[in-house]
């Protein structure tokens, strides 16, 4: 069995960690285990997601890696609205493809955190770019919204790949969806991840190469 720890954005993210993609790593043999952030601690109780600090998520990273020696460790934070104080934050040249910043920064960052266990995974630009592999299955939830499903629909087929979106305040993924559906914002930890799970990984990963290299990288710990 292959242990495999991953520190995640916020709730959203640890949902879907946890409802989709543990139980797909466990059919392979990886045990995954999902957390956010902490972000402080408080009269004994520890507080988790919703921060914007480096330093705290470069801790938590490096004190799971020390307590379990036997566990690989992996990220999913959104490259949308990134730390800034991420590693080479700022000189990384804004004119590179999103492919290539990303993987840029997941070097700078793997490289500070200088551990071999370490597989670190920004994602393209946030955990909405998920959905709009295939958007139209917002209607899962939003049955009575087929207007503003359409017009998401015509701002995904503007680009190549979903990952492609843009990541700027009024266009990144979520703030898209938040405009045609506005509910969107406070039930987004229950729907997200159950529209993901309606689109399947299988397309998620033929339209999201990098989220696809991301899940390739964990099934080769199988094959090592």
């Known amino acids: 069995m292959i242990y495999l720890n991953i520190v995640v954005e916020g709730p959203t993210e640890e949902t879907f960690v946890r409802d989709i993609l543990a139980p797909y790593w466990g059919e392979l043999g990886i045990f995954a285990v999902a957390r956010s952030v902490e972000t402080a601690r408080k009269k004994g109780r520890i507080h988790r997601g919703g921060g914007r600090n480096y330093r705290k998520a470069r801790q938590d990273i490096l004190t799971w890696l020390k307590q379990q020696k036997n566990a690989w460790c992996t990220t999913m934070f959104d490259l949308y609205g990134i730390y800034n104080n991420f590693p080479t934050y700022g000189s990384v040249n804004e004119n590179l493809s999103p492919y ?66 843009n990541e700027s305040e009024a266009t990144a993924p979520s703030k898209r969806i938040i405009s045609e559906i506005p509910e969107y914002e406070s039930n987004k930890v229950l729907v997200g991840p159950k529209v993901a799970r309606a689109i399947g990984l299988e397309q998620i990963r033929m339209k999201c190469l990098h989220f696809n290299e991301w899940l390739c990288s964990i099934e080769s710990l199988v094959e090592a």
């Open 100 to 165: 290539e910043r990303v993987r840029k920064l997941e070097k700078a960052f793997a490289e500070d955190i200088a551990d071999s266990r370490f597989i670190p995974y920004l994602q393209l630009h946030e955990f909405e770019t998920i959905l709009f592999t295939n958007i139209e299955k917002m209607n899962v939830f939003y049955f009575d919204k087929d207007r503003q499903i359409k017009h998401l629909i015509e701002m995904a087929e503007k680009y190549d790949s979903p990952e492609l979106i």
